[in-house]
DNA sequence: TCAAAGAATGAACACGTTTTCATTTCTCGT
DNA sequence: ACGAGAAATGAAAACGTGTTCATTCTTTGA
């Protein structure tokens, strides 16, 4: 009766909760699971002395038994790219809604699967997992975590399907490229540019040989040359000596197609500081991702966008979909992207 | 003796491997976990038939019994934000080298401790917390957490401590900012620079405070007028705006000071583009952080520096210490700061 | 009013590991 | 060759929960 167990010292257990409601532990386990017969006002009582308690079901516990950990594996090489730092925030906060938490691994920057980073993420035994990684196949990821789903990240579908899927099935989320590659080179098109160069991204990215085969049979249905190619991997600093040995070695161009936000930035950095050069009016610029940077005004970037919230929840929803339905075929969601016009083509 | 057995269907378990090695399951245990007492040849047996199973320890279990759970919950209200990210970064990998993993929460962005995210995170069981939030006080996050390891970041110590340390014992990360600011604010007075403006972080924040406060100081120490203040909130576009108000409206400034780098990105594009001011010529800007894009040349930002690698070693030494002597007075570490000139200021 | 169906309940088990503890085996100095 | 101490070993208990199953209580329909 009275208060001078205040302090129950260490985190309070279902069993706790249940003395003191004067119920079965088994009540309490209830409580807090909806789709289970509970009297309403029981409970009600639970959740009360539960919230006083400061009582919430140990994670790790109800993982062991129902087979669920709540956790998502989100492999990651580096993290304070602009454009996967601002899918991992919608990601953590998505899932968070859905009753599931981040769980983040970094891995090696080289485009490789680390076979150890995957054996130790396996202990935490995520429910899912997903990567943005490339040149890994589902299959390796299956074989080293079991009951997990695997979905790939940067596995863009060309415009026109490239390559079979012989793979086992697997929930795919497909990116359409064409719709923005199409409406940036009309835009170019338009304001006269002829020799259009391709920033490249990493050499082995998938995401890149997409962007890139995209843009050439874009560029040819419009009955324009082969694009100059200048080769970059996603960063500031290569995108920056590409663009000057394009102009200093190479044959230059009126127009670049960077494969992502960040190496446009450094094109337009080296076009005005290094090579003199103005940004529309001698060399006009468009990127890709459209991260949060580009309406910054000493960019100001025309680029190719798709809707990241829509993207993460397309992917919440796959994998919710796949942990219901375990073995259900794979799933798809697709989506489009399209061209967001400011100021670096006119 | 037949491999027919080649595909166990599901994780393997402690037991398969015990099976597989003619063993006991505790043996297996053992063959993990190093200081136990194992004659070598088997425990290198076990490990290599774990290996061919696929198996490690399932972490959940491990934690069931053990008490640790091998996370690190991070909250962080904006994961996109260049600081945070970096930190995040350098956190997941130096954790990760540990045996840890980066548990990552969203919370609200108004710099207030969201208690149903805590009570969330807490059925996870981390090992510790790291919270990228103000204004929320050690012993609220221990109410919530009961055994683990509260440590605030952003949580500076100014020049001169300004409050007692009434809190019960806890760890704290200390950054002296005093040094990097007087080597900033000699530089800008060394350019002639008479009337220093602050542009501010978050009101409420109290890493803003602390670099106000020890600005001030040494301001005042070199007989300087105290800084006018033109109020931000850390983003780019509050302090884009704050810099037209304080030229347009107020009585503007021969230098600037920014409470971040991404802060010192929005005054330099203001005035820039909006202003038609020259930087550094007609206004010098000095950021705070060093983040990765301040070496980038539109920018080019001369900059306050802590180094995070440093800063990262020395938390997750913190965490470290206070798993392994739990009872121990509060841990401190402390880090210095120094200015990084680049191109805003001359 | 009665039987039947459904809701509510708790005992026992299961999950995969670490940790005790008691027992057996090894090593070493004499 | 012998005893003592250390190292190696496995049986059993423990961690905190969800789930199954059999039982009891309540409602419903005629």
Redesign the pocket.
């Known amino acids: 009766m009275t208060d001078s167990d205040q302090l129950p010292r ?6 706790m909760v249940a003395a003191r409601a004067q ?8 409580a ?2 909806p789709h ?5 006002e ?1 409970r009600e009582l639970i959740l009360k002395i539960a919230q006083e308690l400061n ?4 994670r ?3 993982a ?3 087979g669920r950990s709540h956790l998502v594996g989100v492999i990651v090489p580096d993290v304070c790219s602009h454009w996967e730092s601002q899918e991992i925030d919608a990601l953590t906060t998505a899932l968070q809604a859905e009753g599931f938490a981040t769980l983040l691994f970094k891995t090696r920057t080289d485009y490789s699967m680390d076979e150890q980073l995957l054996a130790y993420m396996r202990g935490f035994n995520p429910d899912s997992v997903i990567a943005f990684v490339e040149n890994v196949k589902p299959h390796t990821l299956a074989r080293f975590l079991d009951r997990a789903v695997p979905i790939y990240v940067h596995y863009p579908l060309p415009g026109v399907s490239t390559e079979p899927e012989n793979e086992p099935l697997h929930d795919r989320l497909n990116v359409l490229q064409r719709d923005g590659i199409d409406q940036a080179v009309a835009l170019l098109q338009g304001f006269g540019a002829r020799r259009i160069a391709y920033l490249s991204g990493a050499e082995k990215s998938r995401a890149n040989g997409a962007r890139e085969g995209t843009l050439r049979q874009v560029m040819a249905d419009r009955g324009l040359a082969p694009p100059v190619v200048a080769r970059g991997d996603f960063s500031y600093d290569a995108a920056y000596q590409a663009t000057i040995d394009l102009f200093r070695v190479g044959e230059g161009a009126d127009a670049i197609f960077a494969a992502n936000d960040v190496g446009a930035f450094g094109v337009i950095d080296a076009l005005r500081h290094e090579l003199k050069l103005r940004v529309p009016e001698d060399v006009k610029v468009v990127g890709f991702d459209d991260i949060a940077q580009s309406h910054w005004k000493s960019y100001n970037l025309t680029t190719v966008k798709f809707d990241l919230d829509e993207r993460v929840r397309a992917l919440v929803r796959l994998i919710l979909r796949r942990l219901n339905n375990p073995d259900a075929p794979g799933f798809q969601e697709t989506l489009n992207t399209r061209l967001v016009v400011r100021g670096t083509v006119g």
């Open positions: 260490g985190r309070a257990t279902a069993e119920v079965s532990r088994v009540a309490v386990s209830r807090f699971n289970t017969s509970l009297k309403p029981k009582y919430t079901p140990d790790a516990a109800r062991l038994v129902s």
